[in-house]
């Protein structure tokens, strides 16, 4: 992985911050050009015109690019073999385009974090993170091209604004003393900005300080007039008036929970130095806390979870860097990964540690065993994540540790959907014998190692686990009872994703006793904003059409299948009237499905397809399958009896 950054003169960074030589100008400024196209493609005589930019031209400039471009590539991807294609610094169509990640680019993650919300959690630290990226102007040693200037402009502006969120958000949480001394310099550095007058006044005010506070916007009112020739805008003109009467509501607000909360991050923060350790295995644990409350604290905890882990890596001490990684022992009830990249970089983070470690490191090499057992959860799943579970939690009943064994429980269940290890088309391979009834049981054990121990978070995942467990038994009344417990908890503990599971598997019970499309309304409207597009994408459009289907309808095929498209298309061509040839050739062209929840479900499609077109001896499942999701279910008729299809 290579970190590129422009938040400054131009550098690239490799493994343990090691900078790497970009070479002389120009080279560089290919660079520079192909960040600044955020991912589009640059054609080549766009570069040559923007390299030069009415500059005598070389005899080959486009030779002289070429040759740029591959020596670049050799500092990009120094592991790249010959003779094959380019990730990084990619040649396509006309020109070539750098596909960096988000991760890989500080202005990238500058912006990123710049758009957090006013309610996010930590919003100071997470704005003062990324004003700390900046090592000085943007795109700095070619900031004077014309290709450059627009884009350092924008960044520059977003960072003062950036500064002016960051004081306010501190202000809000009460810590005007230490917001004073940077608003100071930022006025003096940028006196045209009127928010940032504002701002050093209030913090001058609410620090007791109110004569100073008023010599502030006397200051702002004479560097206005004098640099601008302009009166003070409504909200100095407004705060200086408020100042005089000494109004209430510019006092801080009563201290709540979050103030509460955050004047002792503000504390924590102080007492501790910026490198110290224990800072980062805090941060992972605070991820981890964030991440159950859902939608944008599980996004955001993602982010900063990896975050953690690379710096972690940068000390070079493995003990260090399994706790960061062991510590986010957070739940994981769906086998669809939310973000398949990010999770191979933790899986291959823990594997990294896991070499480093000692033996004798047991419950470190537990939690990285079940950290990679979860994390590969679903399509990435294969030999080594079901070895990884196995391992996680024969180590954690071993040592006796019911938060480590709730953790590697969790890393079974979402392995007991893959498939056996080389045996393709040989249905779902189990880490515990029985299917349903085995994640039942798993379910169970869950519910009674996290409630003995006070691990609510786990012990709703076993409630959930059993829920889905009960469904693909034919026990929804057991379901029900299990999902009314997950709500209860979750009610009292404040852990709002719960209530998407349970009201999916109502619709679903609901839909499968007469309701239809109706009971899927209220669980469709909770995907927007959860946090969770694994679970969320496609899954809409899966359930309108299981629904059309078991209702006897021809279905419409609306809404984005997403992942699931390969396994609809062949239905939804048989159904369309397409002939028996092409949809033959499209079932053929579905690769074996994932080992997840809905594996049932879309070996159902695949064998509804081949009933459509009359293919002889399709086998596959018959009757109801995939109610063991929780969510979605298809009714198979056996052969010969599928129903409409106009194919030929």
Known sequence: MVDLAVLGPLAAYGAGRTELPLGGPRQRAVLARLLVARRQVVPLPRLVADLWDGEALPRDPEGAVRTFVAALRRVLEPGRRPRTAAKLLVTEGPGYALRAAVDDVDAWRFERAARADEAAPALVETLEGALALWRGPAFADVAAAPWARAEAARLESLRLHVVERAAGALLARGGAARAVPDLEEFVATHPAREEGWRLLALALYRSGRQADALSALRRARRTLDVRLGVEPGARLSRLEQDILRQAPHLDPAPEGGGQVWARAAEAYTRALPVADRSRLRTAAALMRDVAVTGGEGLSTAREHRLAAVAEARRYGDAELTARVIGVYDVPALWTRSDDPVRAARLVAAAEDVLRELPPEREAERARLLATVAVESRGAAAGARSLRAAREAEALARRLGDPGLLAFALNGAFVQSFARAPGGAGGGPGRARAGGDAGRDALGAELVAVAGAAGLVPHEVLGLLVRTQARCGLGDFAGAEECAAAADALAARHELPLVRVFTTWFRALRASLSGGGWEPYEEAVALLPGCGMPGFATGLPALARLTVALRSGQQPAGEGVFGPYEPWVRPLLDAY?????????????????????????????????????????????????????????????????????????
């Open 576 to 648: 369309g009237g397409a002939g028996r040839a092409e949809v033959a050739r499209a079932v053929a062209a579905a690769p074996e499905p994932p080992g997840d929840h809905l594996t049932e479900v879309l070996r159902g499609l695949t064998a509804l397809a081949r009933q459509l077109v009359g293919e002889a001896g399709s086998g596959g499942p018959t009757g109801l399958v995939g109610a063991g999701s929780g969510v979605v279910a298809l009714e198979i008729p056996a052969a010969g009896g599928a129903r409409g299809g106009r194919a030929h």
